[in-house]
């Protein structure tokens, strides 16, 4: 918020206009039984959101120890944007997804791979924050084109891993949420109308000051 104060009316108006961008997927339901490597905290997902804003998707993970404590930690989010693959078959049916955005810290590996180009981006530093125990990539909407859903449908879904075979679901630590794929949200239209009446309402009552 601008240091200057705004008159109530402008101040409530922008108040009033944050709209919620956030889709929780919710908490794991812990380790799964077929994992075979240590079960670390930064291994365990406590919390997940996707947010989906004009020109970026936000990817944000928390888990329950310091992120690096495990080197070789992959963090990956699958994200089904029309095709309804399942790539993990019957291990895990109803996690569906046609592109992955994949972060390993200890190595500062970031990168999106659209599975249906096979074409790989790596991210910049820019888009990827650590802060002890979260962790939040912020991905170009052009890196992820739909496939048939509006970007609202897309589903989502987050998981750790030890290692990055994908032959191999052992190194699988767990799933955020456990079982099914989650859709993301996007602010209604009549919240971003809000926030452009609250921003105008301030700027005009910020020049009748001035005057």
Do not use: C
């Amino acid at each position: 918020m601008s240091k200057l104060t705004l008159p109530a009316l402008g101040a409530s108006a922008l108040l009033w206009a944050v709209p919620v961008m956030a889709g929780p997927l919710g908490p794991s339901s812990g380790f799964l039984p077929t994992y075979a490597g240590p079960q670390n905290g930064d291994l365990n997902i406590t919390s997940a959101e996707a947010f989906v804003h004009q020109s970026t998707f936000e990817f944000d993970a928390t888990v329950s120890d310091t992120i690096g404590t495990t080197p070789g930690v992959f963090y990956v989010w699958g994200i089904d944007r029309g095709t309804n693959i399942a790539p993990f078959g019957a291990f895990r049916p109803g996690v569906l997804f046609d592109a992955v955005v994949i972060s390993e810290p200890s190595t500062n590996t970031n990168f999106v791979l659209d599975l249906l180009t096979n074409q790989l981006t790596l991210l910049t530093g820019s888009q990827v924050q650590i802060n002890g125990d979260s962790l939040k990539l912020t991905v170009p909407s052009a890196l992820l084109p739909s496939a048939g859903f509006a970007s609202k449908d897309f589903l989502v879904d987050v998981w750790t891993r030890l290692g990055l075979n994908p032959a191999d679901n052992t190194q699988i630590a767990e799933f955020d949420p456990s079982e099914n794929s989650a859709q993301l949200t996007v602010p209604e239209a009549s919240s971003i109308s809000l926030v452009g009446a609250g921003l105008f309402l301030g700027a005009y009552f910020m020049r009748r000051r001035r005057k």
